[in-house]
């Protein structure tokens, strides 16, 4: 049987901080704030596959009151996620998620997300699609007060 997840995330930009997504450090005066790295795309897609295998969100397995996930790379959060699938002998089929930004330009990391989404969740990075798209100004997104990203899972489960 294939399950559908949902996922979706969204950080504040502010000065001072890293802005990761995908597990990439993107050069930019700001950052997302958050407990984590905040990385909202790999938020968004592990959400996607806990909820495909029927699980609540991210939160539930690392909340942000737990000092053992302050700065944590969320790397480990999409590696919890596609523990849960393998814990099911399921296998995720395909990820599909959109960074929305108003700024920067996302296009050129595409590969190199793609690359860290898939080795964290054990997948082929072919597996993975990635597109971004800006607010039209419109908005918080559209102010650049903030990122958010949201995504869908495919998996397999042997029922
Ligand atoms: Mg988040």
Redesign the pocket.
């Known amino acids: 049987m294939i399950h559908i997840g949902i996922g979706y ?3 504040q930009l502010v000065e001072g901080r890293k802005l990761i997504l995908g597990g990439v450090e993107i050069p930019y005066h700001k950052g997302l704030d ?1 407990h ?1 790295d ?1 990385d ?1 795309l790999m ?1 968004a897609i592990t959400d996607a596959v806990l909820g495909a295998v029927g699980e609540g969100d ?1 939160g539930q397995f690392f909340p942000n009151t737990d000092p053992r996930w302050k700065g944590a790379p969320s790397r480990i959060f999409l590696e919890e996620s596609a523990s849960q699938v393998l814990k099911r002998t399921g296998r995720i089929v395909n990820i599909d998620a959109t960074i929305i930004a108003q700024e920067p330009k996302m296009g050129k990391h595409f590969p190199k997300m793609k690359e860290y989404i898939a080795a964290a969740l054990g997948i082929d990075p072919k597996k993975v699609g990635l597109k971004a798209t800006t607010n039209e100004m419109m908005g918080f997104v559209g102010r650049g007060e903030g990122i958010a990203a949201m995504a869908v899972a495919s998996v397999y489960l042997p029922e």
């Open positions: 995330d969204v950080h958050g984590s905040a909202a938020h991210i």
